[in-house]
């Protein structure tokens, strides 16, 4: 493991932590968990708690197995059972009785520690012997799928950080994000611990962001009172960072670095935060490859690109499809392995001037009715350059030309639907034009299953919900000429 900066400190509403009382809560925590446990379930709110038991996890070479507050009871019932999760530690009591779980009585904070039978035996523990973090996707159909993590891996990509931000000198970082999703818990904590800075960590209501909806006034207050100098966001979440900012025609001057990750970001988006000061970063990263694999930064920035990749990475672009070089290897909770080598991404892209640059998914390539292969991502980014559009997706109907399904954040008539098609046409070739357009009431949402934790299309099951309603499809169906 990496050395932790002995002045790491941990923030929130009631006090400030220094390493050495956070690492006598891990001690805590550790005396009340069975010495045999070597797997452990985790669903509490943002906390020191959370980074306490995370160290706890990494010191006593356990297995952590975050489990999303966003999801429902079957995906969580599923990660459980296919962690191995011997203890489990909640903050609602009756979640150790719904998963059976032995309430061991003890609780910490409000955190509620609870054991299986002796009796009841999990599965993969063997699987596990050296497995630090098993972090959970939400993937694009079914059940989650669970990727093994170790220390040294998370850890790299923390000091690969390090090296990207130490020249401006941040000392406060405000954990937006769940734990749970592995961006924060890499790039945010770690990044930290090893920056010697302070995490300041509250409840996700308190920052306004519970997993799924989001208040962008309460973080912006935070961020005030706190001077907040670094932060981790979705496109989604600094959207409405920025709408907010315009309105009131305020900034935030204390911030010095806003990530920005998870999913594609519009170029205009980016450059209205540029035009309100704020220091935006657009990245890339995978949980298969333990977050981070390049990101923009104050000294390497280009816009439209995901910037440069960390200096412990190695990528290529074969075939359009951008390859990452593992060294441990990858392997998921099902069994499947990657040897050590070049793993093959899925996502398309190219590296322009050390610069690199994501066209899409290659899994999503839409192919049109004369066979022309065109990424979805890039018609749709020149969508969402137009502020009335909250979201949307490009898709083909056995068509020589593209369909679009959007999400507007106004009622627009067929004439203006029309002249905002044109408008995007404009920038596209006639091989990938947009000439009908499909407009839901209903924004895609993780609640509905349209969208992933992170915010992505699941592109699938949208087109699924669409053409089980064929006849109300077909009667919304604007072709534009």
Not at 211 to 219: A, D, S
Not at 327 to 346: F, H, Q, V
Not at 445 to 471: P, W
Request: aromatic share 8%.
């Amino acid at each position: 493991m990496m050395k932790i900066d002995s002045r790491y400190k941990v923030v929130d509403q009631q006090q400030e932590y220094s390493l050495s009382q956070i690492q006598r809560l891990s001690r805590k925590y550790q005396q009340f968990i069975p010495s045999q446990v070597k797997v452990i379930g985790i669903t509490i709110d943002n906390s020191v708690d959370w980074v306490a038991l995370d160290l706890m996890c990494i010191q006593t070479h356990r297995t952590l197995v975050p489990i999303p507050s966003f999801f429902n009871k079957e995906q969580a019932a599923y990660l459980i059972n296919e962690s191995g999760i011997e203890t489990l530690i909640t903050n609602n009591k009756k979640q150790l009785k719904a998963h059976g779980f032995l309430d061991n009585i003890e609780s910490i904070n409000g955190n509620y520690i609870g054991s299986l039978p002796v009796e009841k035996d999990r599965k993969h523990h063997e699987l596990l012997s050296d497995t630090q973090k098993v972090t959970f996707t939400s993937g694009s159909t079914g059940f989650p799928k669970g990727i093994c993590l170790s220390t040294q891996s998370q850890f790299r990509v923390a000091n690969d950080l390090v090296k990207v931000l130490l020249n401006l000198k941040i000392k406060k970082h405000m954990s937006l994000l769940p734990f749970s999703i592995l961006l924060e818990n890499v790039a945010g904590t770690y990044t930290t611990m090893l920056l010697g800075g302070e995490n300041h960590i509250y409840p996700l209501k308190d920052v306004g962001f519970d997993g799924v909806m989001f208040q962008e006034h309460k973080c912006i207050a935070l961020i005030i009172e706190h001077q907040i100098e670094s932060i981790i966001l979705l496109p989604q979440l600094l959207e409405q960072i920025i709408n907010y900012m315009e309105k009131e025609d305020m900034v935030l001057p204390s911030l010095k670095f806003v990530a920005v990750g998870g999913a594609k970001v519009s170029e205009s988006l980016l450059l209205r935060a540029e035009k309100l000061g704020l220091p935006v970063f657009e990245g890339y990263g995978l949980s298969e490859c333990s977050s981070v694999v390049a990101v923009n930064h104050k000294d390497h920035h280009r816009i439209g690109s995901v910037g440069e990749v960390l200096s412990s990475r190695q990528v290529r672009v074969i075939d359009h499809e951008i390859e990452v070089f593992l060294e441990e290897g990858l392997r998921y909770l099902n069994g499947n392995t990657i040897d050590p080598g070049w793993y093959k991404t899925g996502d398309l892209g190219e590296i322009k001037d050390n610069f690199l640059f994501i066209r899409g998914r290659k899994k999503n390539v839409v192919i049109t009715s004369v066979g022309r292969n065109i990424s979805p991502e890039w018609p749709e980014s020149i969508l969402l350059e137009d502020k009335r559009i909250a979201q949307a997706m490009i898709t083909c109907f056995d068509k020589p030309y593209l369909s679009a399904i959007l999400i507007t954040n106004t009622e627009l008539s067929q004439i203006e639907k029309k002249n905002l098609l044109k408008q995007a046409n404009k920038k596209l070739p006639a091989y990938a034009q947009i000439k009908e357009c499909i407009n839901l009431d209903a924004p895609f949402t993780y609640q509905q299953g349209t969208l992933t934790a992170n915010g992505r299309l699941k592109r699938n099951v949208i087109l699924e919900n669409l053409l089980t309603n064929k006849q109300a499809l077909e009667r919304e169906l604007y072709e534009i000429l």
